[in-house]
Nanobody, 119 residues
């Protein structure tokens, strides 16, 4: 099982980025996937997940600003991040299979991608 996150970068406050999570080793359409992040000196925080039905769940810290979606044909899960804030600066990871806002909801985490939001 492999999950690889892409699309991180440097953005100013209020800007947007879209992250991609490419899944290999299993058929994405059969599983739920989540996104987590870890800021310097802080614990990993799960912020969004999407079930096979398309139902989504968000942490309060990103609700209304981030949108998770999936393209099963491309084996890819996306995280659209709008109205970014400096406190969103973190390494972002995709995780699976599973859906929930607890670290225990997931078995695998992929290699992360760094998002830096300047003030």
């Amino acid at each position: 099982v492999q999950l690889q996150a892409f699309g991180g970068g440097f953005v100013q406050t209020g800007g947007s980025l879209r992250l991609s999570c490419v899944v290999n080793g299993f058929t994405l359409g059969r599983y739920a996937i989540g996104w987590s992040r870890q800021a310097p000196g802080k614990e990993r925080e799960t912020i969004a997940c999407i079930r096979t039905s398309g139902a989504t769940q968000y942490s309060d810290s990103v609700k209304g600003r981030f949108t998770i979606s999936r393209d099963n044909a491309r084996n890819t899960v996306y995280l659209q991040m709008n109205n970014l804030k400096p406190e969103d600066t973190a390494v972002y990871y995709c995780a699976g299979p599973g859906c929930g806002l607890s670290r225990q909801d997931y078995d695998y985490w992929g290699r992360g991608t760094l998002v830096t939001v300047s003030s």
